[in-house]
Every structure is written in structure tokens, then in C-alpha cells.
């Protein structure tokens, strides 16, 4: 299980500490313990509170019936993370700390397949959460979760709930609906990754959710949207990715009013600008914070429109966050366009822009983004090309502080960055291929953010050299997830690069746990990146057909030494003759019959493996 430190509660179990605390004023002047029995309970606990649940009970549990009865009879909430455990691991803390201590959850963090049907069977066991208050299931199936629902609705605290279901929703309305029966929800978000279109909920007259902040990370369009949020009248935030607009005429829509709702976030939309006046203006009346994205509308960049509808009709915006992309332009009828942004309304308001003109991933095409930049408290922040970057007179710097994923579009764009991102833990790098003279990059990079604070480390890159990534690790010695989207590698003898003094010393020191292989890959790659992380735990690919039956007894052979930690394997796009390959290689007669298995419903070509 994933080591968390834990926050203390605000329970009640506090309030009997501090009043023992505070009936005992002689413990204060009680001789120092010499002895780690002799440490109080209440000292104890505050040890708990900052250890995850299955390392206190492996730790305490068997030290003595003294601990065994604090750990047992102890009403400190429970925080369980299963994100990332072997089938092991689960079986030995399933009965003893999962199945006895229900009634202690209070928070609840899965992200496999297998053991989110183990720990919510059989399914009216759900109903001993009692104090459940935080519940995230990533990778959970549409089925399993339209089940689950129905159940959750009867947990009285379930407060904050996280979905993501991997695989196609049939009637996602169905879904909506249970959601907004769970009776004191205030925080949901949901993504479904395929979904089938169906006509929009009916709006909601006497039954209503207690949901404050939703988020959406599915397509919706226009109309279904109004209708979805008739179901949450006491809506504060709202965050949306992929709006798409209507084309029912405005006047057939219902005129809902959200007076609660201050927060809005659109990340991709193909709205007209028509569609969106009427969305604020007959919906929205009390925006305090509005952020979109929207693409190839020059409409969006007419600066006296949106003052026109600011002035009118947002009243209260305070923060106008925008990202808007044109695919050719007019350079000088363009600045003149950006000009009417430089006016007394938008810089009394400190709105200020910037722009860049990009090109393509093929270099088809040029385009140009336009958007806003301070004070927001952004945790994103891009870097575009060396030569895309034009800054307006008005453009400030951002709060670096505050930003902890950074993404480079242009390896030659850091020698021109004179930002730094102290707090930076995730790093991607996108472009089309390194050269020679790119292959060095830690030193510039650790110029603009602290490598060694990196967690997370994403390769995008067309044409790539392992050397690069080899060195890049070298200096980020505490990434725990490595992810390559990269098709072409430039090296041809995979013996030499793992007889490189460095490839072997980033072999033995970092702490890659989490794998993930986005483009078709071989066996001789597939080897080379297992030997480069020997500690890896879970493990996603693409095999290259004619590779798929080599390399597949190659990850889940019980003798192999790089995988040893291995338990997880997420296998992408796999023919239905591929299938038949994989039944046979782990049926429980054969070599590989330790592990379990999924296949996505309705056949998406996704397998999950598990052991």
C-alpha cells in the first residue's frame, strides 16, 4: 500500500484526548519514558495518525495485546489508499483491517479493477460504511458502478466521491441519476472515457442534490447541461471539459437561474460565442471566476463584445482566465484585434495577454494562441517555442509558486525562460525529436524547476534517444511514474546502452513504480525499459502484435528478476486473436496461472492482469 502521511482528525476521538490531557496535570511533571511501552496511549495515537493504516498494523498489531487491543478497539478514522498493491498485499490486510474495521473508513482510495469488486462484495456490505466521508474509484466498470450507487445512497456521510469508469456507459442519465441520490454529497467529479449519446435528463422539479462542486470530464452538450444542473440548485463550482454547443434553439431551453454558482471552468468548447452570451446571461448572473478554452472562433477575440457582456451581465468576474487558438491570421490585423484588449476596462480590472504563434506537430501550419496571464494562482504553466513567444507590454509574470505541472513545447525555449518553478513536480516534454546537441538537457532544466523535486516525468517525443531519458533520470532520482509517448528511437544496439556505466547507475537508484507505454512497443524495448526499473510495480502497454506472446512471458514469468515487484499489467489495443493467446498462457494449470484477469466489456481491446 501507498505510504501516506496521515492529517490529524477532527473527531471525537481528539476531544477525549484533550480532555484526558487536561484531567491529568501531573503528566506534565511524570519523569521522561525510557522505554517505548511505557509511552502513553494518547502518544500513541498521534503516531497513527500520521502513519498509513496497513504499515501501523504491520508495524504495532504483533508487538503485544496492548497494541493489538489500541489498534482493535481504537475509534480513530481510517484512511485506506489501494492505488497501487499486489494481490498479496490485499489478501493479507483484506480480512484483518479492511473487513473489521468498515465501520472505522472514513476515506477510501482504489484504483484496480479487481479489488474494487472484492472490497465492495457482496454488494449490501457497502451499508457498514457508516462513516465513510471520501470515496475515489479510478478504473471501476460501468456495471459495478451503477450497482454500487444504488447502495452508497444509504452511507449518511459520504460527502466527496471521484469516479472514473473505463469502459463505455450505456445510459450515462442512469448514472446522473444515483449520483444526485447520495444524500449529502458535496463534491463529485466523473469521467466516463465512452459513453452512448442519450436524450438529456428531464429537469428536476421536487427532488434535488446537496452537491456543491461538480466536475464533468466528458463530453456534454449545451442543452443537456442545463437540464443536468436543474438536479443542483446549490451549485458553487462548476468544471466542464468538452461543451459542446446546441443546436436547439435557445428559446426551447429552460430558463434556470443558478445564483449560487461563482466558479466556472470550460476546457474545451465549440460553442459559438452566441451560445455562450446567452448561457451567462440567462443562467449564470453571479460569476466571480470564468475560465474557458475555445478554438478556431475568431469571435472569442472580440474584446469590445466581451466588455459588452462583462459590463451587462458579469458584474462580479474578478478573475477572466481565457485560451483561445486561431488557425491563420493577419499578423498586423491580428495586433490591432489584440490592441482593444490594452484598453482602461481590462487593465483597471489587471486582465492582461499574451500570445504566441505556434506551428503544428507537422509543421503544416501556422497558428496562434492568445491568453491571460497574472493573478491567477495557476498550477499549470506552458512553455512554447523559442521564437513563438511575443509578449505584450502589459504582460506580467505569473505566481511561479504556485505552479506544479510545467509541459516545454520547444527543447530550445528553456535556454529563454527566466522563470523558475520552485514547487514544480511534474515535468512534460513535447516535441517533434532531440538532436545531438539537445541530448544534455538537466542542466538547463534544473535552471527552471528543481529536478530532484520531480514525481512525475512524461516523454512526448516523435523521434527520441534513450540516452536522453537515461540522463534526464539520472538527475530526477524521485520519479515515481514515468510515462513515453514516443515512436521512433533512434538507437539500434540495446546491448550497449545497458552496458553504459549510467544506464546501470539509474538502474539501481530510481524509484520508477508506475510504467506507461502509450505507443506500439517491441520486445527488445519492452526489455530494456523493465531492466531500466527494477522496482517497477504496475505496468501499461502496447504490445507489437508479432512481440505479444514473447513479451507477455517475459513480464509475468515468475523467474525473471527485473519484475520481481511487477504485480499489474494494463495491456492496450490487443487483437481478439491475441486474446485467445493470453487465456491460454494463464490458465491455472500453466506457468502463468497466478494471475487474474479483466477484459474491458463490449470488447475495447483492453486487458488488465493482476497479481
Given amino acids: 500500500m501507498k505510504q501516506t502521511k496521515r492529517q490529524r482528525q477532527n473527531s471525537s476521538y481528539a476531544d477525549d484526548k484533550q480532555k484526558k490531557l487536561k484531567d491529568d496535570p501531573d503528566k506534565s511533571s511524570r519523569k521522561s519514558c525510557t522505554r517505548f511501552e511505557d509511552i502513553p496511549n494518547e502518544i500513541i495515537y498521534e503516531i497513527f495518525e500520521f502513519l ?12 503485544n495485546i496492548r497494541f ?16 497501487l498493491t499486489s494481490r498479496s498485499t490485499f489478501e493479507h490486510q483484506y480480512k484483518p483491517i479492511i473487513m473489521l474495521n468498515k465501520h472505522r473508513i472514513s476515506s477510501l482510495r482504489l484504483s484496480n479493477l479487481f479489488t474494487i469488486d472484492m472490497i465492495f462484495s457482496p454488494i449490501r456490505n457497502v451499508s457498514k460504511l457508516i462513516h465513510l466521508q471520501t470515496l475515489h474509484m479510478n478504473n471501476i466498470q460501468s456495471k459495478c458502478i451503477e450497482k454500487l450507487l444504488k447502495y452508497l ?17 450505456e445510459n450515462k442519465n442512469k448514472l446522473y441519476r444515483r449520483i444526485f441520490r447520495l444524500p449529502v454529497l458535496k463534491y463529485c467529479k466523473i469521467t466516463m472515457t465512452k459513453f452512448v449519446e442519450s436524450e438529456p435528463l428531464s429537469i428536476a422539479i421536487n427532488k434535488y442534490s446537496s452537491i456543491e462542486h461538480l466536475v464533468i470530464n466528458n463530453g456534454c452538450y449545451l442543452h443537456e447541461l442545463i437540464s443536468l444542473l436543474s438536479y443542483v440548485p446549490q451549485l458553487r463550482r462548476l468544471s466542464l471539459r468538452d461543451l459542446y454547443g446546441t443546436f436547439i434553439k435557445q428559446t426551447e431551453l429552460h430558463s434556470i437561474v443558478f445564483n449560487y454558482l461563482t466558479h466556472i471552468s470550460i476546457n474545451k468548447t465549440n460553442m459559438t460565442f452566441d451560445e455562450f452570451e446567452l448561457l451567462i446571461r440567462n443562467h449564470f448572473p453571479q460569476i466571480q471566476s470564468l475560465y474557458f478554452s475555445r478554438n478556431f472562433d475568431d469571435e472569442f477575440l472580440n474584446a469590445n463584445r466581451w466588455q459588452r457582456l462583462i459590463s451587462s451581465y458579469m458584474s462580479q468576474l474578478r478573475i477572466f482566465d481565457c485560451h483561445c487558438t486561431i488557425s491563420a491570421f493577419n499578423e498586423r490585423n491580428f495586433q490591432d484585434l489584440l490592441n482593444h484588449f490594452n484598453s482602461p476596462f481590462w487593465i483597471e480590472r489587471q486582465w492582461f495577454f499574451t500570445y504566441h504563434i505556434r506551428s503544428t506537430s507537422m509543421d503544416r501550419c501556422n497558428g496562434m494562441t492568445i491568453f491571460s496571464t497574472n493573478p491567477y494562482r495557476r498550477k499549470y504553466y506552458t512553455i512554447y517555442g523559442e521564437n513563438g513567444d511575443k509578449y505584450w507590454s502589459h504582460d506580467q509574470k505569473i505566481n511561479l509558486n504556485t505552479v506544479h505541472f510545467v509541459r516545454i513545447e520547444d527543447i530550445k525555449a528553456i535556454n529563454d525562460c527566466n522563470n523558475y518553478f520552485p514547487n514544480a513536480t511534474e515535468l512534460t516534454l513535447i516535441c517533434k525529436s532531440i538532436n545531438e546537441n539537445q541530448i544534455h538537457l538537466s542542466p538547463i532544466l534544473n535552471s527552471i524547476l528543481p529536478l530532484k523535486q520531480l ?24 520519479i515515481h511514474t514515468l510515462i513515453l509517448n514516443c515512436t521512433s528511437l533512434c538507437e539500434s544496439s540495446f ?24 505507443t506500439e512497443c517491441t520486445f527488445e524495448v519492452t526489455k530494456l525499459l523493465v531492466n531500466l526499473c527494477p522496482q517497477l510495480q504496475h505496468l501499461t502497454i502496447n504490445i507489437k502484435k508479432n512481440d505479444f506472446a514473447p513479451t507477455l512471458r517475459f513480464l509475468l514469468s515468475k523467474d525473471n528478476h527485473c519484475i520481481r ?43 488488465y492482469l493482476w497479481w
Fill in 52 to 63: 498509513d493504516v496497513y504499515h501501523m498494523y504491520t508495524a504495532f498489531f504483533n508487538l
Fill in 495 to 518: 546491448i550497449f546502452i545497458q552496458q553504459h556505466k549510467t544506464f546501470q547507475l539509474v538502474s539501481k537508484t530510481n524509484k520508477i513504480t508506475n510504467l506507461m507505454i502509450l
Fill in 565 to 607: 515487484h511487477l504485480f499489474s499489467l494494463y495491456l492496450q489495443h490487443v487483437p481478439e486473436d491475441q486474446i485467445l493467446i493470453l487465456n491460454e498462457l494463464i490458465k491455472p494449470d500453466k506457468l502463468f496461472g497466478h494471475c487474474f484477469m479483466k477484459i474491458s466489456e463490449g470488447f475495447s481491446g483492453n486487458v
Fill in 455 to 478: 514525481t512525475k516525468l512524461v516523454f512526448d517525443i516523435y523521434h527520441y534517444r534513450f540516452a536522453t531519458i537515461i540522463e534526464l533520470l539520472y538527475f530526477t532520482s524521485n
Fill in 68 to 83: 493489538q487491543n489500541l489498534f482493535a478497539n481504537s475509534n480513530l478514522p481510517i484512511k485506506i489508499n489501494l492505488s
Fill in 153 to 169: 445512497a444509504s452511507l449518511p456521510c459520504l460527502s466527496s466521491l471521484i469516479i472514473i469508469v473505463v469502459d463505455c456507459v
